[in-house]
């Protein structure tokens, strides 16, 4: 496909649940294995080398479980923005499959923000918990709505056009003046289809 980066990921066009779409995998190879390394937030997207600072990215995505997926998998997919030469960059994503489940733990750890390469999810819920995730009624393969809106150091994330946004950040890591690059990012054991993806700056 025209108009991608990749970054470490496999890209084709594709049909999910009635709409075209572009699919997004990583090689099993990839996937983390907690019993040896510390599981963070990486670098696995397709992006577009646009010039992106302030404004609005929608896009309409749906992620599954792979089939050899490892046990932690939540169906982790979202949205990276700001994506410069070095590799950095800002990311909002969700984790589906904790949405439902009888965990509330897990339930509030439905969206995440991170920031590439220092901020991963696991320094900010070790540093400030609860501050950069949020719950949203959310499912494993169904269609849901993303809408990040961009503004300085801050990003509101809006899911399923909903009015008030599902997460609030304030403070974005790389700061105000960071641009680049805008991107369709997944995690270990995810493949992802995204459709109807929006750049307005």
């Known amino acids: 496909m025209t108009g991608f980066n990749l970054s470490g990921v496999f890209l084709r066009e594709a049909r999910h649940r009635g709409r075209n779409a572009f699919e997004v995998r990583m090689p099993s190879a990839a996937y983390q294995d907690p019993e040896k390394e510390q599981l963070t937030d990486r670098t696995f997207m397709a992006w577009q080398p646009v010039d992106f600072g302030d404004g609005t990215i929608e896009v ?69 918990p609860e501050k950069y995730e949020s719950y949203v009624d959310i499912a494993l393969d169904e269609w849901i709505h993303m809408k990040i809106e961009v503004r300085q150091s801050q990003a509101r994330l809006y899911v399923n056009r909903a009015p008030q946004p599902s997460l609030i950040v304030s403070d974005l890591k790389l700061g105000a003046e960071q641009r680049g690059g805008v991107g369709c990012w997944i995690e270990s054991g995810t493949v992802a289809y995204f459709s109807d993806l929006k750049i307005t700056q």
């Open 60 to 128: 309409d995505l749906a992620s599954v479980i792979a089939p050899d997926a490892p046990p932690y998998a939540r169906g982790f997919a979202g949205v990276t923005f700001r994506i410069d030469a070095a590799m950095r960059f800002e990311g909002i994503y969700l984790r589906p499959a904790n949405s439902r489940v009888d965990d509330q733990v897990r339930r509030n750890h439905s969206t995440q923000y991170f920031s590439c390469p220092d901020y991963d999810f696991a320094r900010m819920r070790k540093e400030a």
